[in-house]
T-cell receptor
């Protein structure tokens, strides 16, 4: 079957570090993606892992372990504007399309 | 560039009516997709296309049709609207030429079926 799990909600303090975990089971796998979605808006791309290891982009990093079906998104130096939902998605085909999305993790950053 | 545009932004339909949600992109992207987003369920893929003339089904294709006659446009047709199709619909596009398969999403269409 196709299944992606991530925590429903998380809370963190401004300036802190937060890790959002994602586990996946999909038939076919060609990459793990993270998107940010503010309330009432469209998702925007954050990061992409196709090989095991860590990808770093400024304050955001993403990690993938294909053997464990596990990824995480690390957000450093949290800012109030990081309050949003974070969507984990797995691509299932060779085109990097045919995505399955997780339910999203709603992150609240408190002052 | 306008990016990905969707029309209409809001729509109310009665059960049994049909309509077409429009999606267009001006980035010359090969790949386009349609998703629906319901509370607590994340995004679910309806149909996608990897090029003009090529479409495939996603996770929840029933009740929806698509066609891709041009690179720019990817309309989604609701054949006979049902209350279960009340949702927010997002169109997205991407291109392997940009390396990371980053999807660009349109602003969404909020559809209510009564």
């Amino acid at each position: 079957g196709q299944n992606i799990d991530q925590p429903t909600e998380m809370t963190a303090t401004e300036g802190a570090i937060v890790q959002i975990n994602c586990t996946y089971q999909t038939s076919g796998f060609n990459g793990l993606f993270w998107y940010q979605q503010h309330a009432g808006e469209a998702p925007t791309f954050l990061s992409y892992n196709v090989l095991d290891g860590l990808e770093e982009k400024g304050r955001f990093s993403s990690f993938l372990s294909r053997s464990k079906g596990y990824s995480y998104l690390l957000l450093k130096e949290l800012q109030m504007k990081d309050s949003a939902s974070y969507l984990c998605a797995a691509s299932r085909d060779n085109y990097g399309q045919n995505f399955v999305f997780g339910p999203g993790t709603r992150l609240s950053v408190l002052p | 560039n306008a990016g990905v545009t969707q029309t209409p932004k809001f729509q109310v339909l009665k059960t049994g009516q049909s309509m077409t949600l429009q999606c267009a992109q001006d980035m010359n992207h090969e790949y386009m997709s349609w998703y629906r987003q319901d509370p607590g369920m994340g995004l679910r893929l309806i149909h996608y296309s990897v090029g003009a003339g090529i479409t495939d089904q996603g996770e929840v294709p029933n009740g929806y049709n698509v066609s891709r006659s041009t690179t720019e446009d990817f309309p989604l047709r609701l054949l006979s609207a049902a209350p279960s199709q009340t949702s927010v619909y997002f169109c997205a596009s991407s291109s392997p030429g940009q390396g990371a398969y980053e999807q660009y999403f349109g602003p969404g269409t909020r559809l209510t079926v009564t």
